[in-house]
């Protein structure tokens, strides 16, 4: 029987944010989560997360995971402290209590299941995962026998200078037998630096405390501040660069681009510098991103590029040209074939088949046909002020430029639209559209 506890009541003193700790973002999902994550294939049959400060917050933003139990710790007197809360949710529980702390987001799973297993194995009162870190500044010091055997943790602020050498730090996730721990928790004291009760101090407790130690330190990094927080974000970013260059992505400037986890991507994808994508995005074979571009929770098919252009929450089919500088906003839906080009903003409307929308339009509620060309300028007023109204533009119709269609309005197919024209009122399939002051001149004038 496995029950995991998590860390996440702390205030996070040293980001100095509004936000709590465990809730800053890296690489599109929080501390928090990815700490659940990284736990979660161990299928634990209790999951607790000790929340305190702005507790709320943190509840709210974890809603969606199931079966999860929030334990609060109030006031935060210590991660000691916020483990004895465990207490009475524990009662009677019997087997392991693996402890995390929030703020330790790239472990890999395998390390944890490693950890359990060295634990069940060994037969440990408490086993912890510790790094031997070239600068181990901030964590807490490990001292241990060569059969692997802890004696004791002492926190950094807490050390010698002597003790300071020792590079043996501890990770902050632990696996312990909860019956074990659970009768030295009431132990602790807070005779340390900050006066408050220590986790760490259970191994000295305990009479078999043994650690593991991890193969690559990186994953280990705990997050206090946001030069940390940086450091994890570049790691995670060459994790998921790398995968992905192995998996047939080509980056030109690999540093300059950001990825999300949830990204996929085809054969032979070319993405450029500065380059970003985020959410959920899926990306066909032969795709070419960027320079310059941001895409999100967007779908692309085959052979689109995106040159210098906003994509968010959009469909783009096959072969489509966006760019530079197109805004395709949420709803857009671009069929095959399609070329949207400078300064061309398009929300919520489908565009059929082989059309173009050049230059400088706006494209809002609108569904165009087959091979429409939408001249430069050409800008549907899809609000009256109160509601959105849908524009209907049939296949193979022009409109000219600086057109302006004031929806709720249907233009039938193989329509003309002359230049400059406002128009209100539908306009019949085949027909030329007017909707502008005749010119006057007036000669002499001068
Ligand atoms: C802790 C360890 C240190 C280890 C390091 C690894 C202790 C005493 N020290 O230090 O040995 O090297 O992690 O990253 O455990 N928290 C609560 N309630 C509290 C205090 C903290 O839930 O009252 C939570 C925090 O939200 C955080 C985690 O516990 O997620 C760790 O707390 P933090 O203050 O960051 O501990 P460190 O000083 O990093
Ligand atoms: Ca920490």
């Given at each position: 029987?496995l029950?995991?506890?998590?860390?996440?009541?702390?205030?996070g003193t040293?980001?100095?944010?509004?936000?709590?700790?465990?809730?800053?973002?890296?690489?599109?999902?929080t501390?928090?989560?990815?700490?659940?994550?990284?736990?979660?294939?161990?299928?634990?049959?209790r999951?607790?997360?000790?929340?305190?400060?702005?507790?709320?917050?943190?509840?709210?933003?974890?809603?969606?995971?199931?079966?999860?139990?929030?334990?609060?710790?109030?006031?935060q007197?210590?991660?000691?402290?916020?483990?004895q809360q465990?207490?009475?949710v524990?009662?009677g529980?019997?087997?392991e209590?693996?402890?995390l702390?929030g703020d330790?987001?790239?472990?890999r799973?395998s390390?944890?299941?490693?950890?359990?297993?060295e634990?069940?194995s060994?037969?440990?009162?408490?086993?912890l995962?510790?790094?031997?870190l070239?600068?181990?500044?901030?964590y807490?010091?490990v001292?241990s026998?060569?059969?692997?055997?802890?004696?004791?943790?002492?926190?950094h602020?807490?050390?010698?200078?002597?003790?300071?050498?020792?590079?043996?730090?501890n990770?902050?996730?632990?696996c312990?037998?909860?019956?074990?721990?659970?009768a030295?928790?009431p132990?602790?004291?807070s005779?340390?630096?900050?006066g408050?009760?220590?986790l760490?101090?259970?191994?000295?407790?305990?009479?078999?405390?043994?650690?593991?130690?991890?193969?690559?330190?990186?994953?280990v990094?705990?997050?206090?501040?946001?030069?940390?927080?940086a450091?994890?974000?570049a790691?995670?970013?060459?994790?998921?660069?790398?995968?992905w260059m192995k998996?047939?992505?080509?980056?030109?400037?690999?540093a300059?681009c950001t990825?999300?986890?949830d990204?996929?991507?085809?054969r032979?994808?070319?993405?450029e510098?500065?380059t970003h994508?985020?959410?959920c995005?899926n990306i066909?074979d032969?795709?070419?991103?960027?320079p310059?571009?941001?895409?999100?929770n967007?779908?692309?098919?085959?052979?689109?590029?995106v040159?210098?252009?906003?994509?968010?929450?959009?469909?783009v089919?096959?072969?489509?040209?966006?760019?530079?500088f197109?805004?395709l906003r949420?709803g857009?839906?671009?069929?095959?074939?399609?070329?949207?080009?400078?300064?061309v903003?398009i929300?919520?409307?489908?565009?059929g088949e082989?059309?173009?929308?050049?230059?400088?339009?706006?494209?809002?509620d609108a569904?165009?046909?087959?091979?429409?060309?939408v001249g430069?300028?050409?800008i549907?007023?899809n609000?009256?002020?109160?509601?959105?109204?849908?524009?209907?533009?049939?296949?193979?119709?022009?409109?000219?430029?600086?057109s302006?269609?004031?929806?709720?309005?249907?233009?039938g197919?193989n329509v003309t639209?002359?230049?400059?024209?406002t128009?209100?009122?539908?306009?019949?399939?085949?027909?030329?559209?007017l909707?502008?002051?005749?010119?006057?001149i007036?000669?002499?004038?001068q």
């Amino acid at each position: 029987m496995l029950a995991v506890a998590i860390l996440a009541a702390g205030k996070g003193t040293r980001m100095k944010s509004c936000l709590p700790k465990v809730l800053q973002p890296l690489a599109g999902s929080t501390l928090v989560e990815r700490v659940l994550t990284s736990c979660s294939g161990l299928q634990p049959q209790r999951c607790l997360l000790i929340v305190g400060h702005q507790a709320q917050e943190v509840q709210q933003q974890l809603t969606d995971w199931q079966g999860l139990e929030f334990v609060v710790q109030q006031p935060q007197n210590g991660t000691g402290h916020a483990v004895q809360q465990v207490l009475p949710v524990l009662e009677g529980f019997d087997g392991e209590l693996l402890v995390l702390n929030g703020d330790v987001p790239l472990l890999r799973p395998s390390t944890i299941e490693h950890l359990v297993n060295e634990h069940r194995s060994s037969g440990a009162d408490v086993t912890l995962l510790t790094a031997r870190l070239a600068d181990p500044t901030g964590y807490g010091r490990v001292f241990s026998d060569q059969q692997g055997r802890v004696n004791s943790i002492v926190e950094h602020r807490d050390c010698s200078d002597e003790q300071r050498h020792n590079n043996l730090t501890n990770a902050g996730i632990y696996c312990f037998n909860w019956k074990k721990l659970a009768a030295v928790l009431p132990q602790l004291c807070s005779d340390n630096d900050q006066g408050e009760l220590y986790l760490t101090d259970t191994v000295a407790l305990l009479p078999i405390a043994m650690h593991v130690e991890v193969a690559d330190p990186d994953e280990v990094n705990g997050i206090n501040d946001r030069c940390q927080l940086a450091n994890c974000e570049a790691l995670l970013q060459e994790r998921l660069r790398n995968h992905w260059m192995k998996e047939g992505v080509t980056f030109t400037d690999p540093a300059s681009c950001t990825l999300s986890e949830d990204c996929q991507f085809g054969r032979d994808v070319v993405i450029e510098p500065q380059t970003h994508l985020r959410g959920c995005c899926n990306i066909g074979d032969g795709c070419q991103l960027g320079p310059g571009s941001l895409i999100e929770n967007a779908d692309l098919g085959h052979g689109v590029s995106v040159l210098h252009s906003v994509v968010r929450d959009a469909k783009v089919r096959n072969e489509v040209a966006i760019g530079p500088f197109s805004h395709l906003r949420p709803g857009a839906d671009i069929a095959d074939q399609c070329r949207i080009g400078n300064f061309v903003e398009i929300k919520k409307s489908q565009i059929g088949e082989g059309s173009k929308v050049n230059h400088l339009s706006y494209i809002g509620d609108a569904q165009l046909g087959r091979h429409v060309n939408v001249g430069a300028g050409t800008i549907t007023a899809n609000y009256d002020g109160v509601r959105k109204h849908l524009t209907v533009v049939g296949d193979n119709s022009k409109t000219g430029a600086n057109s302006v269609l004031v929806a709720p309005i249907v233009l039938g197919s193989n329509v003309t639209v002359g230049a400059g024209s406002t128009l209100t009122k539908d306009v019949p399939n085949g027909a030329l559209a007017l909707g502008r002051s005749k010119q006057l001149i007036k000669n002499g004038w001068q």
